[in-house]
């Protein structure tokens, strides 16, 4: 069966099934923030309008500036990109040809980035059900590659790691001439918001990237920002083609910035549901990762693979996300994300359907 590779667009997936496409239809795959994009952003929509008879800034100074001051950080420290997926491009440009490990399960696109740039990849495999990072078995890996990629938190088991743990990664890596890539596209869905840019100062080969697709809501605009050094900035800027972030997803980013009430009212959110759906997926037998964030792992243990439950959720309108292409998982788990409360509702309401018919 040929799977999508990403979550969202549910017609693929419904397509790989073989299942007709409902009219109505719950996406759990994507996981954006619930409530949207941050009011501020549809109130000054309109003067989006007026930025299309113009190029964008190049340099896209006003936006780099506000990035730089939420960081705490050097304004040329900061690079950005039309979306994750392009800068996670930019990288593995970057570091053609080099020895990249992941760890795993990760988004798949770093490693297709990485061989499109004819990188050896290897992994480091987290442990099924606990998925901690446990940085002594890693470091003992790191002799052997160039560049580290690592999600944090972890996507797709919505998993923090020891902040320990990673500071010791980087420690050792520091030693050893390896790049260390920290996707945090999730950290400010965490309740206990944390994140390694701060460190950049001390480890020159620390790289952070950013997305603002996830906690502003705003995918289709594609907007994000790596943080590290300007000399590795300069080398990654090379790369990128000119006036590649457009105009009204740079005005979006600056607004989007400002949104720190929208920040703290999504976290809280989150937080509540995350709390009520673990509640029921234990009382109703099923077992779900330790997320922190906006999304989760699930499956019914009395299943290996999950295939029969991906096809009864699609069945009544509910599209998770399979993990066939991420290893360490390979199908035995879904991933959902959290919704509106309504959504939510439905989805216990058909996982509940799916333990009698059992």
Same mark, same amino acid.
């Given at each position: ?8 667009n549910p017609?693929?997936?419904?397509q ?17 923030n ?49 979306g +994750?997926?392009? @800068?996670?491009?930019? %990288?593995a /440009? ?9 760890? &795993? =399960? ?6 297709e ?16 059900g ?15 590659y ?50 390694f ?20 809501s705003?995918? +289709?605009?594609? @907007?994000?920002?790596? %943080?590290? /050094? ?9 790369? &990128? =083609?000119?006036?590649s ?6 005005m ?14 999504t ?5 509540k549901q995350?709390?009520?759906?673990v ?17 989760y ?54 996982l ?7």
């Amino acid at each position: 069966m040929k799977w999508p590779l990403h979550g969202s667009n549910p017609q693929y997936l419904y397509q790989s099934m073989g299942i007709p496409l409902p009219d109505h239809y719950i996406d759990f795959s994507a996981n954006i923030n619930p409530l949207g994009p941050p009011l501020s952003l549809k109130e000054k929509w309109g003067q989006a309008f007026e930025l299309i008879n113009d190029y964008p800034d190049p340099k896209a100074y006003k936006f780099s500036l506000k990035a730089a001051e939420k960081e705490g950080l050097p304004m040329n420290w900061i690079l950005p990109g039309n979306g +994750g997926s392009e @800068l996670i491009a930019l %990288i593995a /440009r970057m570091i053609a040809g080099k020895r990249v490990l992941i760890v &795993q =399960p990760a988004f798949s696109e770093y490693e297709e980035a990485c061989k499109a740039n004819g990188c050896q990849i290897g992994y480091h495999v987290l442990e099924e059900g606990k998925w901690e990072l446990k940085s002594d078995s890693l470091i003992q890996k790191l002799d052997h590659y160039d560049a580290l990629f690592l999600c944090n938190p972890n996507n797709p088991t919505g998993k923090s790691f020891s902040r320990s743990a990673i500071s010791h990664v980087l420690e050792e890596s520091s030693t050893r001439n390896c790049f260390v890539i920290i996707d945090e596209a999730f950290y400010d869905f965490t309740e206990e918001v944390h994140s390694f840019a701060s460190y950049i100062p001390i480890y020159p080969n620390l790289m952070i990237l950013r997305s603002m697709t996830k906690m502003y809501s705003i995918p +289709g605009i594609r @907007l994000g920002y790596v %943080i590290a /050094r300007p000399p590795v900035l300069e080398k990654m800027a090379s790369f &990128q =083609p000119h006036w590649s972030v457009n105009a009204i997803a740079l005005m979006a980013g600056e607004e989007c910035l400002k949104a720190v009430e929208h920040e703290q009212n999504t976290r809280q959110y989150i937080g509540k549901q995350r709390s009520r759906l673990v509640k029921f997926f234990q009382e109703k037998g099923y077992e779900v990762s330790n997320s922190s964030v906006n999304f989760y792992l699930l499956r019914d243990p009395n299943h290996i693979d999950q295939l029969p439950l991906i096809q009864f959720l699609l069945e009544n309108g509910i599209v998770p996300r399979h993990t066939y292409h991420f290893p360490g998982l390979e199908g035995s788990w879904i991933r959902l994300a959290i919704k509106r409360k309504k959504e939510n509702d439905r989805l216990m309401e058909v996982l509940a359907k799916w333990r009698t018919v059992q």
